[in-house]
């Protein structure tokens, strides 16, 4: 399938079967800004819970917290963010349409033979890092870019924009304040370094981990929940000793690849791209990018942060925020490797990946299945449950089971239709296992378990199966 079709078949799928709608949908949407359904969810609460556990759970010195989206205003001069978070933009005169440069210069190499768009790109990098401006501008004059609305190389001077979104706090205007909402998680974290550290008795290297909203005012929003105006992240600060940064994000490198591949995901399908134009907090800095169906994108970013955010707040707070190392004798701010992956696009990438047409005609016979083969562990669903009729006391034997499972995972109870169509749903939202109640079963206490991937079935004891869906569905 071409992979612009993948992606339309996704976005399709996805809201055909209740995993992700357009926000306020019924009053036409709102750009860039989506909903999670019933099954959506839970597949993002499965995916964010595996990550929190990796961290906090599966690492000794690593704690999590939850911070608020509101932080004091000065948090974000000190961060940089209100000076510095900022993207190249141009205007086309004729539309008023705004585009991100990078984003328009990308857009325009993926038209050009390999080589060209590859030292288009290196050019744009370069200028980018230089922050030449002007450069930008005459890059895109030369390669002729046209606004895909007017048609028109028509273009304004490039300017930076702020993505920061704003609002008021106070109840009456002369009183109230400006404040943000959060567009990265990492600096809760930060401002609460000392109270984890202090009352968690934390000595270094450790780290905070946390899950939460962000909010961006991205110009160009697209490729579905890839680039959204409010979005979740799942970062990770681990702060280390001054000078043994580079071998931590190094090992944060190796470390977080290893998660990717234990969603079993084939190892061709990311690669590692380091950062030419290192953001104003960094001294090294690379994505991990996924083989989307639009192509490879970053879906997690490494950062070695040095001491940039903790030395900025202690210097705008004016409260002290150095540890003291008792081994080396000695108090210093800690440097600061990040690892932050975005929950949206890691859904989206579980989702391309996951997602299947299959042709399953044989001779004269037609058939075909879209499967979602989520692993187990991630799905929204683990077992659906179908008595084969809805008498005989079947429906009763079903119950019995999904009484017994549902307090360890997710179950599905369905009555409706043939076995075939039943299975075809649960294909469709990614269950891995699905149980036939028969009237075998009122014989034997044995029912048919079908796996999802193989359409294998067997019989096995209705006894048998909560144990041996809580084995497969096992994260570690
Ligand atoms: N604290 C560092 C930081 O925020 P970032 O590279 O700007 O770094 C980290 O963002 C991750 O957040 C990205 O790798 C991406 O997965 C996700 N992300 C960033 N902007 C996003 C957006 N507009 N929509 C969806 N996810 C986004």
């Given at each position: 399938m071409a992979n612009d079709n993948k992606l339309q078949?996704?976005?399709?799928?996805?809201?055909?079967?209740?995993?992700?709608?357009?926000?306020?949908?019924?009053?036409?949407?709102?750009?860039?800004v989506y909903d999670y359904g019933q099954y959506g969810s839970e597949l993002k609460k499965n995916i964010r819970d595996y990550w929190w556990r990796s961290m906090t759970q599966m690492h000794?010195?690593?704690?999590?917290?939850?911070?608020?989206?509101?932080?004091h205003p000065t948090t974000w001069k000190a961060s940089g963010h209100v000076d510095n978070f900022s993207d190249p933009m141009i205007d086309n005169k004729d539309s008023k349409k705004r585009y991100r440069v990078d984003h328009l210069l990308e857009a325009h190499a993926e038209t050009l033979p390999e080589a060209e768009g590859k030292a288009l790109l290196e050019k744009m990098d370069q200028l980018l890092a230089a922050e030449d401006f002007t450069g930008l501008k005459a890059l895109i004059e030369e390669n002729k870019i046209k606004c895909a609305v007017s048609d028109t190389c028509n273009w304004t001077e490039v300017r930076q924009f702020n993505l920061m979104f704003s609002t008021q706090v106070g109840s009456v205007a002369e009183e109230a304040s400006e404040i943000y909402l959060r567009p990265e998680t990492a600096?809760?974290?930060f401002v609460n370094f000392l109270n984890v550290q202090k009352t968690g008795r934390m000595k270094i290297p450790f780290g905070i981990a946390q899950t939460g909203k962000a909010f961006r005012n991205e110009i160009v929003a697209r490729g579905f929940i890839f680039r959204m105006r409010e979005f979740e992240q799942m970062e990770m600060q681990f702060f280390v000793r001054p000078g043994t940064q580079k071998e931590w994000y190094e090992?944060?490198?190796?470390?977080?690849?290893?998660?990717?591949?234990?969603?079993?995901?084939?190892?061709?399908?990311?690669?590692?791209?380091?950062?030419?134009?290192?953001?104003?907090?960094?001294?090294?800095?690379?994505?991990?990018?996924?083989?989307?169906p639009m192509g490879f994108k970053?879906?997690?970013?490494?950062?070695?942060?040095?001491?940039?955010?903790?030395?900025?707040?202690?210097?705008?707070?004016?409260?002290?925020?150095?540890?003291?190392?008792?081994?080396?004798?000695?108090?210093?701010?800690?440097?600061?490797?990040?690892?932050?992956?975005?929950?949206?696009?890691?859904?989206?990438?579980?989702?391309?990946?996951?997602?299947?047409?299959q042709d399953l005609s044989e001779g004269d016979k037609q058939d075909s299945r879209v499967v979602l083969k989520f692993p187990p562990m991630l799905a929204p669903i683990k077992l659906a449950v179908l008595p084969l009729t809805k008498k005989d006391g079947l429906p009763e034997l079903a119950?019995?089971?999904?009484?017994?499972?549902?307090?360890?995972?997710?179950?599905?109870?369905?009555?409706?239709?043939?076995?075939?169509?039943?299975?075809?749903?649960q294909d469709a939202i990614g269950t891995p296992f699905c149980v036939t109640i028969d009237h075998q079963t009122k014989e034997d206490g044995t029912v048919t378990i079908r796996h999802r991937d193989s359409m294998q079935q067997e019989r096995v004891p209705m006894a048998g199966i909560k144990q041996l869906i809580l084995e497969k569905i096992q994260a570690f």
């Open positions: 078949s996704i976005i399709g799928h996805c809201k055909e079967y209740g995993f992700i709608f357009q926000s306020s949908e019924i009053y036409d949407g709102l750009s860039a000794d010195n690593i704690v999590g917290i939850d911070a608020a989206i509101f932080m600096q809760g974290i090992y944060w490198k190796e470390a977080r690849m290893k998660w990717h591949l234990s969603l079993g995901i084939a190892p061709e399908r990311y690669r590692f791209h380091d950062h030419v134009k290192l953001a104003h907090y960094a001294d090294a800095a690379c994505d991990i990018e996924f083989d989307f970053e879906v997690e970013g490494i950062h070695s942060r040095t001491d940039f955010d903790l030395k900025n707040h202690q210097q705008f707070s004016g409260k002290k925020l150095t540890y003291f190392d008792t081994e080396l004798n000695q108090h210093y701010i800690p440097y600061v490797v990040e690892t932050s992956i975005g929950l949206d696009r890691t859904v989206m990438m579980i989702l391309s990946e996951a997602y299947e047409e119950r019995e089971l999904i009484n017994e499972c549902k307090p360890h995972f997710k179950c599905f109870y369905e009555e409706k239709d043939s076995i075939g169509k039943r299975y075809r749903r």
